[in-house]
């Protein structure tokens, strides 16, 4: 048996922020991305619900010996759910594959208490840039829920562990996504 893959569709993106092999670009089918927060943390972060009608662009890597250990403490307070039939990719061998989701019963609204970091915004769309370009970008910001939140700008101390140094052209990419949607930033 192959090794299981994971579908990432947030900072799993970003290849800097992880050692997992093999990543490729994937569509997860029936799904969108949402800001939400959950009681494990204190920060909002992305999850996605059901959306029949959406495509989410994403990066498939592999879990070597399905070791998911690392990758589920990474993903805390989030369920990995098996996602095989929902993805498509290029991948020969056809691997089962799994998304991490926050379960509807713990995920909440973010609050000004409980806001985006700006720093794991800046790591998506990075992310996104690099694998997808800025059609991949703009795809993002128009398949995600949940901007209508503060954004706390913490780039000069990075409250988010796997923060990553952006260009000054991507710095000012996500600016002007985040002017795009009429975040409320936060110092």
Known sequence: MS???FFGYGSLV???THVYQDARPAKLSGWRRVWKRTNARDMAFLTIVPSVRTELLGLIAKVPNADWVALDAREEGYDRLVATEMISHDHSDHPELAIYAIPEATRF???PDH?????YLDVVLQGYLHVFGDAGVQHFMETTDGWDTVVLNDRANPIYPRAQSLSADETAL???CLTQVGAQIRN
Request: charged fraction near 20%; glycine fraction near 0%.
């Open 3 to 5: 090794d299981p893959y």
């Open 109 to 111: 609204p973010p609050t």
């Open 174 to 176: 996500v600016d002007a």
């Open 14 to 16: 970003n290849t800097k």
């Open 115 to 119: 806001p985006i970091l700006l720093t």
